[in-house]
């Protein structure tokens, strides 16, 4: 049943002109039209529009298609002013001109208040009714937020010969008969409550409009409100409200049904722009939209809110969308589309063929050879070793177990699970059967793990306990899987469906059923895998992999340190551990806490290596060093054991040469190398220690601007620059001119795919590139006259002082040969193009506190740096990011630093 408003809600009023002088608004775009009721009779309505068809009529351009946009509850046409104005602007630049009509539903906003409730389907019908009375002709882009999406979407599934593309700000056209509405509106649609807080009092408006983030401007506040001041003019928010759909008996939900279904039927270019901390259209309802929807390009903007069109530049992104993705022209393009660019110069990578990642699962399922080794298993007699046959049979019958509770391809499936024998079995489980593993680093903390897990919405969560809890705690999507059995009061409580051991004894029933088979392999093509950013240069990113870019990782890996059957691998870096399999190599996960790498002790990777005949080690820098601060504990056995390696490798973050110099004295008879590369793209380049010795020092050495010596591109890999400009900004086109100082931008089979659910930042990324698939990679550096690439720091971290560009890490490594300073991070303070230059640093002895360096200090760092330093501070301990332990967050230190030598709160970075 629809909930009862007072009579007096539902008054009569023609449409009429916005007062002039409202915030952002050019009353020029504003008119009134009347138009027809379809099936009315004589009944017409009045509405108000926003529309700059006489603008670009006045400019002599003709509109190359309407952007039709359609407000929520309780807003009006106000919120597309931005976009209304960018769109003429664009128009007025030589730009494509799209005509911008934004509407007033009625009764909402100044068009009319008709007297008369209007369901969603009266509401469809309008929005046709005016369409028809304009005349408008395709092609049309739908644009709608809140409540307006739906419409606008009910618009788009009845108009398919206008339609060219659909646009969405936060909104849903479906609800879940078993998840309740959400609890804002649930509160609004209690009896006696609905009236007074929408019509009788401004309450409901008040508390959409304090949903903004940052806090609306009390100007533009005020703009919004200038349709509702009185209760007669706020009957529409009311029946907005009473029209919500809350269960199947409502009149609207049969309405509300087919334009759910319908949506799944458009087959044009979709655009979704979401705010995530929305406490009324959350991320479940976005997942519901990518799944109707599943070639649209989606961006979430981490910071915003219900409010998403104020609270960032929805405008520009909606406009650059439309043109780059062509849409209304017959060249249209769907989500995975390449924008357009110049290509950087060379040959494309030769291929790399396809072999799926179980393949020496399935040719060794009868081996008793060790696959994998786990020191520190979580329950049972240690160290836990696991055979080829056992590993096989346990993925194979994983695998069929997720079929049987429901789990299909491209179901998400999130995996909390510390790196060991658990872990990697559902994880080549989920892989075989299609479904997309999303993998977050619990060193994220559980602020940043509810970001990423709630961003990826997955279908399924497989955790240990504390994943579970936190999962059951913080509210995480998906039905819960315990990797070990829980009494059943815990499993209610955490809301756990299943074990791994009910998934075994499930998935052993249906082989036995189905005769030994499994489902077909997943194509090459088919997303394999949501990889999350360490979250060490901003919010964790999702980077998403295909099935044939993660075998090119391990193709990649193969061809440049020879690992395979017969490799016994240490890994103290989880990427890896998982990956052993794929390469067919014995793998063995040494003891420590993997969400502080830095717990890694020598003895445990001594033990870790002995264990598998490790040849191959590998660690992140900061789980290096304190290997070699604890190699005092070694025993003669444990020196033997590290002996038999041949290669070891750190990467991560940049590895200084006497680290690596003093890992290889423990380990006499390995090669040492540290790769560089991303989680968007694990091996980019390499380089062994007598390779750092020869570039830094000698015939073959660099003296260009400092950094640090990555090494030549791989045998798969291609790597440019784009130079910087006068104000640090990367706009050369992407080359390999020596001594050229710009953003490093990377391609390669094995690079990721795109970002999950971050359009915007996945166009920065390829901006200016065509062609293959590149990744500009945020770094900046440069290529040397033997090829070989040294990074200098990171594009955000460039610094632009009246002498110039300045990149951060050469000047800290001349900082770091001071007596005394152990780390140094360089960070700018100031005006971009006055920045003065400060130095913070690390000491030993360690300081107390911090605070300006000793003159002898400071004298000695300016000395070193060569170039102008406004002030040295010491610091007990610098800002780094968890995963490695050593990335320095430079981006926080020059606030920080700008504030205490402003004379704020002197505190710890």
């Known amino acids: 049943m629809t909930p009862r408003l007072p009579g007096a809600a539902w008054a009569t009023a023609p449409a009429e002109l916005p007062p002039r002088g409202l915030a952002g608004l050019d009353h020029s775009f504003s008119r009134v039209v009347t138009v027809p009721q379809h099936g009315g009779g004589a009944t017409t309505h009045s509405w108000h529009l926003l529309d700059n ?209 319908g949506v799944r039927g458009l087959d044009v270019p979709a655009l979704l722009l979401w705010g995530p901390r929305d406490p009324i259209f959350g991320d479940r309802y976005l997942d519901d939209l990518v799944d109707r929807l599943p070639r649209a390009d989606v961006h979430r903007f981490e910071t915003a809110g219900h409010l998403v069109a ?80 056992l590993l096989s049979r346990r993925v194979h019958e994983l695998a069929a177990g997720l079929r049987t509770i429901g789990v299909r391809p491209g179901d998400r499936v999130s995996l909390l699970v510390p790196p060991g024998a658990d872990l990697t079995a559902v994880l080549y489980a989920c892989l075989r059967i299609g479904a997309v593993v999303v993998v977050v680093d619990a060193g994220l903390g559980l602020r940043g793990l509810t970001r990423a897990v709630r961003g990826a919405w997955p279908d399924h969560v497989i955790g240990a306990l504390p994943g579970l809890t936190a999962a059951r705690a913080l509210g995480w999507p998906g039905q819960r899987i315990s990797t070990v059995p829980l009494p059943g009061p815990a499993a209610r409580a955490l809301g756990v469906s299943f074990s791994l051991a009910d998934l075994s004894d499930l998935g052993q029933a249906a082989l036995l059923s189905q005769g030994g088979g499994l489902p077909a392999e997943p194509s090459a093509s088919d997303t394999a895998a949501v990889l999350f950013t360490s979250g060490s240069t901003g919010p964790a990113k999702g980077v998403v992999y295909t099935h044939a870019q993660l075998a090119a990782v391990c193709e990649a890996l193969c061809a440049q340190y020879e690992i395979g059957p017969g490799t016994g691998l240490v890994a103290g870096f ?71 390696v041949r290669t070891f490798l750190s990467a991560g973050a940049p590895v200084p040469e006497r680290l690596l110099a003093e890992a290889a004295r423990l380990m006499p008879y390995a090669e040492p190398h ?61 080359g390999t001119t020596p001594h050229v100082t710009g953003e490093i931008v990377v391609s390669a089979p094995h690079l990721k795919d795109h970002y999950d659910r971050l359009h915007l930042t996945d166009r920065v990324s390829r901006h200016g590139l065509a062609g293959d698939r590149w990744h500009r990679t945020g770094d900046v550096g440069h290529l040397d006259d033997h090829g070989r690439l040294w ?95 050593s990335k320095i967050d430079r981006a926080h230190l020059s606030g920080w630093a700008g504030q205490v030598l402003a004379g704020g709160r002197v505190r710890q970075p």
């Open 574 to 644: 989880a990427p890896f551990a998982l990956l052993a399999p794929a390469l067919g190599a014995r793998s063995v996960t040494p003891a420590m806490d993997v969400t502080s790498p830095k717990t890694l002790t020598a003895s445990s990777v001594a033990a870790a290596a002995a264990a598998v005949d490790a040849t191959v080690l590998f660690l992140s820098p900061a789980a290096l060093a304190n290997v070699v601060a604890t190699a005092g504990a070694l025993t003669r056995a444990d020196h033997e054991a590290l002996a038999g």
């Open 791 to 885: 990074v200098e720091g990171r594009l955000a971290h460039v610094m632009v002082t009246a002498d110039g560009v300045v990149t951060p890490v050469g000047l800290e490594q001349r900082v770091e040969t001071v007596p005394g300073v152990v780390r140094a991070a360089v960070v700018g303070v100031g005006p971009r193009g006055t920045q003065q230059l400060v130095v913070v640093a690390e000491t030993d002895p360690v300081a107390r506190r911090v605070a300006l360096a000793v003159p002898s200090v400071a004298s000695a760092v300016r000395a070193a740096a060569g170039a102008p330093v406004a002030a040295v501070l010491v610091v007990p301990r610098l800002p780094t990011d968890v995963r490695h332990n």
């Open 674 to 734: 540290t790769p560089y590369g991303m989680t968007e793209g694990l091996l980019m380049t390499d380089i062994t220690l007598a390779g750092i010795r020869a570039a830094t020092t000698g015939p073959g050495s660099d003296d260009g601007p400092g950094g640090v010596c990555v090494g030549v591109p791989t045998a798969t890999t291609r790597v440019r620059v784009s130079a910087l400009d006068g104000q640090g900004r990367a706009v050369g086109a992407p």
């Open 310 to 389: 104020e609270d960032v530049d929805y405008a520009t992104a909606t406009l650059t969308w439309l043109h780059e993705r062509e849409v209304g022209t017959t060249s249209q393009v769907l989500a995975g589309g390449t924008p357009a660019g110049a290509p950087p110069d060379g040959d494309p990578p030769p291929a790399v063929p396809y072999r799926p990642l179980w393949h020496h699962l399935e040719a060794q399922h009868e081996s008793t050879a060790t696959a994998l080794v786990e020191m520190a298993p979580p329950s049972g007699p240690a160290p836990r070793v696991v055979s080829w046959r």
């Open 53 to 261: 068809q006489d603008h670009l009529a006045d400019l002599g351009v003709a509109p190359v298609g309407t952007v039709l946009c359609v407000h929520g509850n309780p807003t009006w046409s106000y919120l597309w002013r931005r976009l209304v104005r960018a769109a003429t602007d664009a128009a007025a630049a030589g730009g494509p001109a799209w005509r911008v009509v934004a509407v007033d539903q009625l009764d909402m906003g100044f068009s009319a208040r008709t007297g008369s409730p209007r369901p969603l389907a009266r509401r469809i019908r309008d929005l046709g009714d005016l369409t028809d009375g304009l005349g408008l002709s395709g092609p049309v882009v739908t644009l709608g937020h809140d409540w307006g999406g739906v419409v606008s979407l009910g618009w788009a599934v009845d108009h398919p010969e206008l339609l060219a593309g659909v646009a969405l700000l936060n909104t849903a056209v479906h609800q879940p008969e078993d998840v309740p509405i959400p609890a804002p509106l649930r509160v609004a649609l209690r009896p006696g409550v609905l009236g007074r807080v929408t019509v009788s009092t401004p309450a409901f408006l008040e508390t959409t409009l304090a949903l903004a983030r940052p806090a609306l401007d009390p100007a533009v506040k005020d703009g919004y409100r200038a349709p509702y001041r009185e209760a007669s003019r706020r009957g529409g928010i009311g029946g907005f409200v009473a029209d919500i759909p809350a269960g199947p008996d409502h009149p609207s939900h049969a309405e509300l049904r087919r334009v759910a279904q």
